[in-house]
């Protein structure tokens, strides 16, 4: 087989979706050599492959986001074909919120979440609009829908019954380099960062979604209860973060609160461990991947209890609502405090991340494509 996947979000360094196609495709090429894998990616000109993405075939195409996601959405509305653009593909993967209008290449949708539906203001309105038009329209297009929790399926079933023979849960993994750092290593990467002793971190792009606003009133209350201890945000900033800078200042935060922007994967290990505890506040995630690779280090961690977060982190961190700024204080104040609490923590959550590997990802996705490409259709 052929196999073309969209890695835009990768080959542009993009969090979540970015780390989870990268991993896939490593975990596909490991375990079924024998096919090849095309890497398919807008913005030619701006892609900054790494060595594993970089070393594929390539099939880019020059357009921007906008102009891209046009092209794509006149296609399906005027059934104008796109097969073009891929050339000898057996089949292709749409990875980033996208699904080519395609006639003779069948194709597998990735959906992640419906946060453009569930929670709105996670996105810019033209986004919000898109994905509403043109994602039922995916859907139907594709041969094969790989959800990527339970939760994201319960939701999808209640908004698109009719692809519901399409659905495949299909969980995310964690990278083997996700494991606890030697001492040495994560003294380096507080030096290289310029961070505190004592931290509390959080990893994501700083937008709505991630409800960072609650995290800052909770932090806020932790130094008013006498808590010294930092707190570190490594992520860039994302859409409508106002609020959260706003906030920040108005706290007076900005002194006491690390904005580290992008981190390098290879520095995510150590920053992990050194820190006290890991917060993920969220108010939806699809899947939580910075919560299991926090769990893999060895770090306690601290998450809201909606969406698919119960499913990723289990009985192994302490679940709060990410409404309850007073719950979210207690929660992280107990996991910072609470030394027989931490060391529970902390082998539970390297038991529950051993449950999650890109190989087992990798397997499951590969014989959708094989059913995909046997009889046309899952389910």
């Given at each position: 087989?052929?196999?073309?996947?969209?890695?835009?979000?990768?080959?542009?360094?993009?969090?979540?979706?970015?780390?989870?196609?990268?991993?896939?495709?490593?975990?596909?090429?490991?375990?079924?050599?024998?096919?090849?894998?095309?890497?398919?990616?807008?913005?030619?000109?701006?892609?900054?492959?790494?060595?594993?993405?970089?070393?594929?075939?390539?099939?880019?195409?020059?357009?921007?986001?906008?102009?891209?996601?046009?092209?794509?959405?006149?296609?399906?509305?005027?059934?104008?074909?796109?097969?073009?653009?891929?050339?000898?593909?057996?089949?292709?993967?749409?990875?980033?919120?996208?699904?080519?209008?395609?006639?003779?290449?069948?194709?597998?949708?990735?959906?992640?979440?419906?946060?453009?539906?569930?929670?709105?203001?996670?996105?810019?309105?033209?986004?919000?609009?898109?994905?509403?038009?043109?994602?039922?329209?995916?859907?139907?297009?594709?041969?094969?829908?790989?959800?990527?929790?339970?939760?994201?399926?319960?939701?999808?079933?209640?908004?698109?019954?009719?692809?519901?023979?399409?659905?495949?849960?299909?969980?995310?993994?964690?990278?083997?380099?996700?494991?606890?750092?030697?001492?040495?290593?994560?003294?380096?990467?507080?030096?290289?960062?310029?961070?505190?002793?004592?931290?509390?971190?959080?990893?994501?792009?700083?937008?709505?979604?991630?409800?960072?606003?609650?995290?800052?009133?909770?932090?806020?209350?932790?130094?008013?209860?006498?808590?010294?201890?930092?707190?570190?945000?490594?992520?860039?900033?994302?859409?409508?973060?106002?609020?959260?800078?706003?906030?920040?200042?108005?706290?007076?935060?900005?002194?006491?609160?690390?904005?580290?922007?992008?981190?390098?994967?290879?520095?995510?290990?150590?920053?992990?461990?050194?820190?006290?505890?890991?917060?993920?506040?969220?108010?939806?995630?699809g899947f939580g991947l910075p919560a299991l690779e926090a769990m893999a280090c060895g770090t306690p961690v601290v998450a809201s209890n909606t969406s698919s977060l119960p499913e990723v982190v289990g009985d192994a961190g302490l679940l709060v609502s990410p409404r309850d700024v007073a719950g979210l204080t207690t929660a992280i104040e107990a996991a910072l405090t609470d030394a027989a609490l931490r060391a529970d923590l902390c082998a539970r959550g390297l038991t529950q991340a051993g449950r999650f590997t890109w190989e087992a990802t990798a397997r499951a996705t590969l014989q959708v494509y094989q059913v995909v490409l046997g009889?046309?259709?899952?389910?």
């Open positions: 087989m052929n196999i073309c996947l969209d890695l835009s979000a990768a080959v542009h360094q993009r969090a979540g979706i970015g780390r989870y196609t990268r991993e896939l495709t490593v975990a596909l090429t490991a375990l079924a050599p024998e096919h090849t894998y095309t890497a398919f990616f807008n913005r030619a000109a701006e892609a900054r492959p790494d060595p594993a993405v970089a070393a594929l075939p390539r099939l880019p195409v020059p357009w921007g986001d906008k102009p891209w996601r046009l092209r794509v959405m006149l296609a399906h509305l005027l059934r104008r074909p796109q097969d073009a653009l891929l050339p000898g593909v057996d089949l292709f993967h749409g990875a980033d919120h996208l699904l080519p209008y395609l006639e003779r290449i069948p194709g597998v949708f990735t959906l992640y979440d419906l946060t453009y539906l569930t929670a709105q203001q996670a996105h810019t309105t033209l986004n919000r609009l898109y994905l509403t038009l043109m994602a039922p329209r995916f859907l139907r297009a594709a041969r094969a829908v790989i959800v990527i929790s339970e939760s994201t399926r319960r939701d999808a079933l209640s908004r698109y019954p009719g692809d519901a023979g399409k659905f495949r849960v299909i969980y995310g993994g964690v990278s083997r380099q996700f494991c606890p750092a030697a001492p040495h290593a994560a003294a380096a990467v507080r030096q290289r960062y310029g961070l505190p002793e004592r931290f509390i971190l959080a990893v994501g792009t700083i937008e709505p979604r991630k409800n960072y606003e609650a995290l800052l009133a909770a932090y806020r209350a932790l130094r008013d209860r006498g808590q010294t201890v930092g707190l570190v945000i490594a992520g860039k900033k994302g859409w409508r973060s106002e609020a959260f800078f706003r906030q920040l200042h108005d706290l007076g935060l900005e002194d006491r609160v690390r904005l580290l922007g992008y981190v390098a994967d290879a520095d995510l290990p150590a920053l992990y461990t050194a820190a006290e505890v890991f917060a993920f506040p969220s108010l939806y995630e009889s046309g259709a899952v389910g």
